[in-house]
């Protein structure tokens, strides 16, 4: 899957062996690399060989792509009418998912048979967590959810049900097909616009054709359909147009359209994005975007380096500081980001030997070399971008306090990425439980709503956590305020004293079990 050489978060793992592993043999595969003759070049002149391209534009299950202005339900209907199913319908929010395939339950897509199939694999399976339920009830009818907010083994069930081919609709995000095959004969997406981690964009051409191209399997269909979906707007201006058609054709004057029945009408954001259907046939025509290189230098890269330099084996070659200045001198990037990557390597290392982490030693016709302390464990290493911070953190505070335990989980906690979709959850909570006791109070609007705004998540240990990173960050200027963020939520479930189940049901995460059990 050689396109996560491009992926914001992943692509260093992609790269890093391209550089390393200079005379190993690669094979480099994904249906959508665009445009690809700078990495080739690339990797010809670093190992001096010559590097095959192979090509092709054929593809085994051709693919038809249509653009409809129906309703969701009525899509599917017309795709199981025509034996268009399974379809997988893409959409980029679990809760998008989830309420989509509510729709779609009252649509007949399986027979009898099939659903006395489907209830005998889900009566073996344990259903028994807050959402598995309503997971269950979706499945019995033919109905399948997929996304990382669903526990592992409901996703498990779901690909294992669609694999069976018992499944004729799966509502998920673009999870599902990534390593699994499944007979997918319609992708239909929902939408042609997703957050892409900073804000809400139409799909590039490489995620379009990514998730395309999981319609019409090799050994399942000799066909395969692609449909987008036109945004709501324009399907109900469709439908009001055709209303009024109807109407005219009988001598009758139907009730005029709504005003602002455009993207921006009635409760339209004018932020939001949309999209027709040249928007749709640019994607189907448009190739992938180049391949863009996404190094990132981390302690975790840094940590690796020095690790490779301590079995005494030929250090020079194998590893050490050295051995990641030629990476990072041999990396695909432009020549203004190596030296940016360099000078980020260079203050990771500063801040690793102030820690104690790094150390120069002193050897007999070898002179000063950057190693790991001898009194770290061999697989020592420090995943998360502030866990040095962490180090300093734990280290300062006072080992006799009776909530010693809890205020290390606490810590633990700061410095590892928050659920959003958990922390608003508490929030939430929190807000509710004040205006209830607010207006039985007889508290007045104005005062009620300003006590609301400054309600956030638990966030124990804030001041401690406030002095300790201004301290840090005074004397590690790679490091910023917004790496640390203090919340409770394993903390919550240990002074609470809650089960997993209780937890879900306290903040309603029904739909983001597997979010949660994820970062626990």
């Given at each position: 899957?050689?396109?996560?050489?491009?992926?914001?978060?992943?692509g260093s793992a992609w790269q890093v062996p391209l550089i390393t592993m200079r005379h190993a043999q690669f094979l480099l595969m994904s249906a959508t690399m665009g445009d690809t003759r700078e990495i080739a070049q690339r990797l010809a002149d670093h190992t001096g060989r010559e590097v095959a391209h192979v090509d092709s534009l054929d593809r085994p299950v051709p693919l038809s792509f249509e653009y409809r202005e129906t309703p969701l339900h009525q899509t599917i209907e017309i795709l199981r009418n025509t034996g268009r199913l399974p379809a997988y319908v893409v959409s980029f929010t679990q809760r998008e998912c989830a309420e989509l395939?509510?729709?779609?339950?009252?649509?007949?897509?399986?027979?009898?048979?099939?659903?006395?199939?489907?209830?005998?694999?889900?009566?073996?399976?344990?259903?028994?967590?807050?959402?598995?339920?309503?997971?269950?009830?979706?499945?019995?009818?033919?109905?399948?959810?997929?996304?990382?907010?669903?526990?592992?083994?409901?996703?498990?069930?779901?690909?294992?049900?669609?694999?069976?081919?018992?499944?004729?609709?799966?509502?998920?995000?673009?999870?599902?097909?990534?390593?699994?095959?499944?007979?997918?004969?319609?992708?239909?997406?929902?939408?042609?616009?997703?957050?892409?981690?900073?804000?809400?964009?139409?799909?590039?051409?490489?995620?379009?054709?990514?998730?395309?191209?999981?319609?019409?399997?090799?050994?399942?269909?000799?066909?395969?359909?692609?449909?987008?979906?036109?945004?709501?707007?324009?399907?109900?201006?469709?439908?009001?147009?055709?209303?009024?058609?109807?109407?005219?054709?009988?001598?009758?004057?139907?009730?005029?359209?709504?005003?602002?029945?455009?993207?921006?009408?009635?409760?339209?954001?004018?932020?939001?994005?949309?999209?027709?259907?040249?928007?749709?046939?640019?994607?189907?025509?448009?190739?992938?975007?180049?391949?863009?290189?996404?190094?990132?230098?981390?302690?975790?890269?840094?940590?690796?380096?020095?690790?490779?330099?301590?079995?005494?084996?030929?250090?020079?070659?194998?590893?050490?500081?050295?051995?990641?200045?030629?990476?990072?001198?041999?990396?695909?990037?432009?020549?203004?980001?190596?030296?940016?990557?360099?000078?980020?390597?260079?203050?990771?290392?500063?801040?690793?030997?102030?820690?104690?982490?790094?150390?120069?030693?002193?050897?007999?016709?070898?002179?000063?070399?950057?190693?790991?302390?001898?009194?770290?464990?061999?697989?020592?290493?420090?995943?998360?971008?502030?866990?040095?911070?962490?180090?300093?953190?734990?280290?300062?505070?006072?080992?006799?306090?009776?909530?010693?335990?809890?205020?290390?989980?606490?810590?633990?906690?700061?410095?590892?990425?928050?659920?959003?979709?958990?922390?608003?959850?508490?929030?939430?909570?929190?807000?509710?439980?004040?205006?209830?006791?607010?207006?039985?109070?007889?508290?007045?609007?104005?005062?009620?709503?300003?006590?609301?705004?400054?309600?956030?998540?638990?966030?124990?240990?804030?001041?401690?956590?406030?002095?300790?990173?201004?301290?840090?960050?005074?004397?590690?200027?790679?490091?910023?305020?917004?790496?640390?963020?203090?919340?409770?939520?394993?903390?919550?479930?240990?002074?609470?004293?809650?089960?997993?189940?209780?937890?879900?049901?306290?903040?309603?995460?029904?739909?983001?079990?597997?979010?949660?059990?994820?970062?626990?």
């Amino acid at each position: 899957e050689f396109h996560y050489y491009a992926d914001r978060d992943r692509g260093s793992a992609w790269q890093v062996p391209l550089i390393t592993m200079r005379h190993a043999q690669f094979l480099l595969m994904s249906a959508t690399m665009g445009d690809t003759r700078e990495i080739a070049q690339r990797l010809a002149d670093h190992t001096g060989r010559e590097v095959a391209h192979v090509d092709s534009l054929d593809r085994p299950v051709p693919l038809s792509f249509e653009y409809r202005e129906t309703p969701l339900h009525q899509t599917i209907e017309i795709l199981r009418n025509t034996g268009r199913l399974p379809a997988y319908v893409v959409s980029f929010t679990q809760r998008e998912c989830a309420e989509l395939a509510q729709g779609l339950t009252s649509l007949d897509v399986v027979d009898a048979g099939e659903r006395r199939r489907i209830a005998e694999v889900v009566g073996q399976t344990d259903m028994s967590t807050p959402y598995g339920r309503e997971v269950g009830r979706l499945l019995r009818t033919g109905i399948g959810l997929h996304h990382a907010g669903l526990l592992p083994r409901y996703r498990l069930l779901v690909e294992q049900l669609a694999q069976d081919g018992l499944l004729k609709v799966i509502c998920g995000t673009d999870t599902l097909g990534m390593g699994v095959n499944i007979p997918i004969r319609t992708v239909v997406f929902a939408k042609l616009a997703k957050y892409d981690g900073h804000k809400v964009a139409l799909l590039t051409a490489r995620d379009f054709h990514q998730i395309a191209g999981r319609a019409g399997r090799k050994g399942f269909d000799e066909r395969g359909t692609v449909v987008a979906q036109a945004p709501e707007h324009a399907i109900r201006a469709r439908q009001q147009a055709e209303k009024e058609a109807r109407a005219s054709a009988k001598g009758r004057r139907g009730k005029p359209a709504p005003r602002g029945g455009g993207p921006h009408g009635r409760g339209g954001r004018r932020d939001e994005v949309t999209w027709n259907h040249k928007t749709f046939q640019a994607l189907v025509e448009r190739p992938p975007e180049p391949l863009v290189s996404r190094l990132r230098v981390t302690h975790h890269m840094v940590l690796t380096a020095l690790q490779r330099g301590r079995d005494g084996v030929d250090r020079e070659r194998s590893g050490g500081y050295a051995f990641l200045v030629r990476l990072l001198l041999d990396s695909y990037e432009q020549p203004q980001r190596r030296r940016a990557h360099l000078g980020r390597a260079a203050a990771l290392l500063r801040s690793l030997r102030s820690a104690g982490i790094a150390v120069v030693t002193s050897e007999p016709g070898v002179g000063g070399r950057l190693a790991l302390a001898d009194d770290l464990q061999l697989d020592f290493s420090l995943h998360q971008a502030p866990s040095l911070y962490l180090v300093d953190a734990v280290g300062r505070l006072d080992p006799t306090a009776p909530t010693h335990a809890l205020d290390v989980l606490s810590l633990v906690e700061a410095v590892v990425p928050g659920p959003r979709v958990v922390l608003f959850a508490q929030e939430n909570r929190a807000k509710r439980m004040l205006l209830d006791r607010l207006k039985a109070e007889g508290v007045p609007y104005e005062e009620r709503m300003a006590q609301l705004e400054k309600v956030s998540w638990p966030k124990p240990l804030e001041a401690f956590i406030d002095g300790t990173v201004a301290a840090f960050a005074a004397t590690h200027p790679w490091f910023g305020r917004d790496d640390v963020e203090p919340k409770s939520i394993a903390r919550e479930l240990l002074e609470a004293d809650l089960t997993f189940a209780e937890y879900v049901r306290r903040y309603e995460l029904q739909r983001s079990e597997g979010t949660l059990l994820r970062y626990l």
